[in-house]
């Protein structure tokens, strides 16, 4: 008999897979590690109209669009959610997301609880939500240091925010704790692996199950 795996494959919707934290809980790591080894995900480039830091590229991190284009991409509904976070504002351009979940890709985003909010309301089947946080306030502090992109004053900012942030940690389906990396990424890919197997977002399921009941 052969060993070989089943060819069988049920079509299935793509998911939107959010991981938020507090700045500097190791969520930039996660998500390019996460790129890294999962085929299938592809990352959402939000819109913002926070100035470029060094070593950013435009339409690789993020577009990097003014004030007034970030308010026509709003009124013409352009966007699936979008919130100011420190001074800046931030959103999902809704085309790339909708067609990957139609063609059965996964979307990664990198937002935070306010646009997570919004995703819930509007697209709860289609939504997994993973909150990180970091296993110590000092453990933060010394992260957000070693980064050294943003101003001290930036940096004093960023750890004031970090505890209001945290407070939204029970509105996220999942919580992860990043003390080790490569645990909290095994973790991750746990949550995804099993969340692609939801009943709901198999859609060849009800063909599949109709031939098997026909005897085929
Ligand atoms: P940063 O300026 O450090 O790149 O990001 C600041 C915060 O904005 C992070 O918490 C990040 O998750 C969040 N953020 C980035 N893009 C979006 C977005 O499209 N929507 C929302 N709601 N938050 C975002």
């Given at each position: 008999m052969s060993n070989k795996s089943s060819a069988i494959s049920i079509a299935r919707r793509g998911l939107m897979f959010v991981l938020s934290s507090p700045s500097g809980a190791g969520k930039t790591t996660i998500s390019r590690r996460l790129m890294e080894?999962?085929?299938?995900?592809?990352?959402?480039?939000?819109?913002?109209?926070?100035?470029?830091?060094?070593?950013?590229?435009?339409?690789?991190?993020y577009h990097f669009i003014s004030g007034e284009e970030f308010g026509?991409?709003?009124?013409?509904?352009?966007?699936?959610?979008?919130?100011?976070?420190?001074?800046?504002?931030?959103?999902?351009?809704?085309?790339?997301?909708?067609?990957?979940?139609?063609?059965?890709?996964?979307?990664?985003?990198?937002?935070?609880?306010?646009?997570?909010?919004q995703l819930r309301q509007n697209a709860r089947d289609d939504l997994v939500s993973v909150f990180l946080l970091p296993p110590s306030t000092r453990d933060l502090e010394k992260r957000l240091h070693t980064r050294a992109q943003d101003s001290a004053e930036v940096i004093a900012k960023r750890m004031s925010k970090a505890a209001d942030e945290m407070s939204h940690w029970a509105e996220y389906d999942y919580v992860?704790?990043?003390?080790?990396?490569?645990?909290?990424?095994?973790?991750?890919?746990t949550i995804l692996h099993a969340e692609r197997l939801k009943r709901h977002r198999g859609i060849g399921l009800v063909d599949f199950v109709k031939r098997l009941r026909e005897g085929h």
């Open positions: 080894l999962e085929a299938n995900v592809h990352l959402s480039i939000s819109v913002t109209t926070r100035p470029r830091r060094p070593g950013e590229v435009d339409g690789v991190h026509l991409m709003v009124n013409r509904q352009e966007l699936l959610e979008h919130a100011k976070v420190f001074d800046y504002y931030y959103g999902t351009p809704k085309g790339p997301v909708e067609q990957h979940l139609a063609a059965g890709h996964d979307v990664l985003f990198d937002i935070d609880w306010q646009g997570t909010q992860v704790i990043n003390e080790d990396i490569e645990q909290c990424l095994g973790e991750v890919r």
